[in-house]
């Protein structure tokens, strides 16, 4: 999505440390209104639900796993990319927000 296309949904331009918020900020907006031209609203509309992210994130592990094995960095990077996209929905899904995430790491600090 470009930032003028993310601007128009409502969502401020993010630099490259907000990135992760501003997709949350667009993953919930998705979930909250249903475009019918989004792959993230088909996810929460979706007959198999809840089980078609986690099929999802399966198969995006294993690509990131294959990537690695591969020494493929490029690759590691996209499906990396793919994996917590589809992490970001699974915590929409379940009523988490992406600061539950950073809580969580910074615990550990
Ligand atoms: N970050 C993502 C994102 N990452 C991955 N995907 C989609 O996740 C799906 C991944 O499925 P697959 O692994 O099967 O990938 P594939 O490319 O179809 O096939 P392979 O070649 O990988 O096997 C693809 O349809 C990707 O487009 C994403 N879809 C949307 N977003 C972001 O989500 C926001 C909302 O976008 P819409 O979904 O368009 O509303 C925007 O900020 C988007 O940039």
Redesign the pocket.
């Known amino acids: 999505?470009s930032d003028d296309?993310?601007a128009s949904d409502g969502?401020d331009d993010a630099d490259s440390e907000a990135v992760l918020d501003?997709?949350f900020a667009?993953?919930k907006?998705?979930q909250d209104e249903l475009?019918e031209?989004?792959?993230?609203?088909?996810?929460f509309t979706h007959e198999k639900g809840e089980n078609e992210v986690l099929e999802?994130l399966g198969?995006?592990a294993t690509?990131v796993i294959l990537a690695a094995k591969d020494d493929d960095l490029d690759d590691l990077q996209y499906?990396s990319?793919?994996f917590?996209?589809?992490l970001l929905v699974l915590f929409a899904m379940k009523g988490l927000d992406v600061d539950d995430l950073r809580d969580e790491l910074e615990s550990r600090f």
């Open positions: 999505m296309a993310a969502v501003s997709l667009t993953i907006q998705r475009p031209d989004s792959y993230t609203a088909s996810l999802k198969e995006e690509e499906e990319a793919d917590v996209y589809h």
